[in-house]
């Protein structure tokens, strides 16, 4: 009887999780998505960069994060959007990048208060779907060979061997 509670339980658990858009997805079939999008990005082609980063910002991808922020910023791919900007680069910047706080940076000291405020409320929404809580990214800080800081980095983990968790909150 327990064996068979358990197994119902687990069932509903994983069908509750399925139900709200998670799941766990290869990761082969993960990284080739990553690198397309990156491959698209480095070509300039970003009709097609927009997307694919797009995709992978919102799988929770740091590196996607910032590129797409810096994509709203630049008007790479679309028009020029400064508050999804300042959203993506604040949910990038969980990562504690001091490269990436730059354009961040630069927005705070420009935008206008009420329009920061708003950016800064999209950006809340951003971090709660995006970010690497929701995300199950693992954030820690790491030595880098040739350096004496370490560099805080948030890297998807395998929940299940040869699987990372994905959730579509789009």
């Known amino acids: 009887k327990l064996i068979m509670l358990l197994a119902c339980a687990t069932l509903s658990h994983s069908a509750l999780a ?7 997805m290869d990761v082969n079939e993960y990284n080739k998505d990553l690198q397309d ?3 698209y990005y480095q070509a300039n082609d970003y009709s097609n960069a927009l997307p694919a980063i797009a995709k992978m910002a919102k799988r929770g991808e740091k590196q996607a ?36 706080k730059k354009p961040l940076k630069m927005l705070e000291d420009k935008l206008p ?7 800064k ?12 809580k929701a995300q199950k990214l693992k954030c820690r800080n790491t030595k880098t060979l040739g350096s004496k800081k370490p560099t805080h980095l948030c890297k998807k983990q395998e929940l299940k061997p040869g699987f990372y968790f994905v959730a579509d909150a789009s």
């Not at 630049?74 to 490269?99: M, R």
């Not at 999209?122 to 690497?132: D, P």
Request: hydrophobic content about 40%; charged content about 15%; overall charge negative.
């Open 18 to 24: 399925l139900s709200k858009g998670n799941e766990l």
């Open 37 to 39: 999008a990156y491959n």
């Open 65 to 100: 994060q910032y590129i797409l922020g810096t994509m709203y910023l630049n008007a790479q791919g679309t028009k020029q959007d400064l508050a999804k900007s300042y959203a993506w680069l604040t949910v990038a910047n969980e990562q504690k990048s001091q490269h990436w």
């Open 113 to 119: 208060a009420d329009y920061l405020a708003t950016a």
């Open 121 to 132: 409320a999209e950006s809340e929404q951003y971090i709660a779907m995006y970010g690497a």
